[in-house]
């Protein structure tokens, strides 16, 4: 099936620079939900209970703005070929007890917060960045993905960590870095996915987009 309109129930730019690659622009609307309260992920005690909560946390974004689409198509004769594209991104400390990094805080102290991670968790270490995507019709035919993509630091994160703050780059950013960004620059390998770890893995988009379950 050949869609008409992609919605992207997100308000990440970055997901949405993404989301141009594959779709034309013109077919895209962004509709962020009407509530940014998210599930956390303080009872996941493993890795598959995270992927799991990521999932439904993705769903729950889809959900949304299906709700208020359906209320506003319900007069119509045909509905439009709409797809509905929601995606949430974390990066996990892999471990016996694995350790869930979202977007550092927004008070005053996240500099400092940020500097743990990268010195505690990042340096010379490797981590799982995780996306959970979830498309749905409007009808509520879906299907859902969750990436895994491993992130590896360079050991010497110190020796330009303090500039990398001023930047103010590691504020709205799951792990508190940006591969596509200055953030670069502390990354020594990737395996797998590296528009996973940006927040919309792309080669997993277009597997979803030609899903049998959404024909």
């Known amino acids: 099936m050949s869609f008409r309109r992609y919605l992207l129930a997100s308000r990440s730019p970055r997901r949405l620079e993404l989301l141009q690659q ?7 609307e962004v ?13 996941c005690q493993n890795l598959n209970a995270i992927k799991s909560r990521l999932l439904e946390i993705a769903r729950h974004k889809a959900e949304l703005v299906r709700t208020d689409l359906n209320a506003e198509e319900g007069s119509l004769h045909e509905r439009p070929r709409t797809l509905l594209i929601a995606a949430d991104t974390t990066v996990v400390i892999t471990g016996d007890t694995p350790i869930v990094l979202g977007q550092p805080p927004e008070h005053d102290d996240w500099r400092e917060v940020v500097s743990e ?11 799982s960045a995780l996306t959970a995507v979830h498309v749905i019709t409007p009808d509520g035919r879906f299907a859902e993905q969750v990436v895994e993509t491993r992130v590896t630091f360079r050991a010497d994160v110190d020796r330009w960590l303090n500039w990398y703050l001023l930047t103010g780059e590691p504020r709205g950013k799951a792990g508190g870095y940006a591969l596509q960004g200055a953030g670069s620059l502390f990354i020594e390998r990737v395996e797998g996915s590296l528009s996973n770890v940006i927040g919309l893995p792309l080669e997993a988009l277009l597997e979803l987009f030609a899903d049998p379950a959404l024909k």
Request: charged residues 20%.
């Open 31 to 43: 509709r962020p939900p009407a509530s940014a309260e998210e599930a956390g992920f303080a009872d």
């Open 117 to 127: 991670w990268f010195r505690k968790h990042y340096a010379g270490q490797t981590h």
């Open 22 to 28: 594959v779709v034309h622009p013109t077919l895209i």
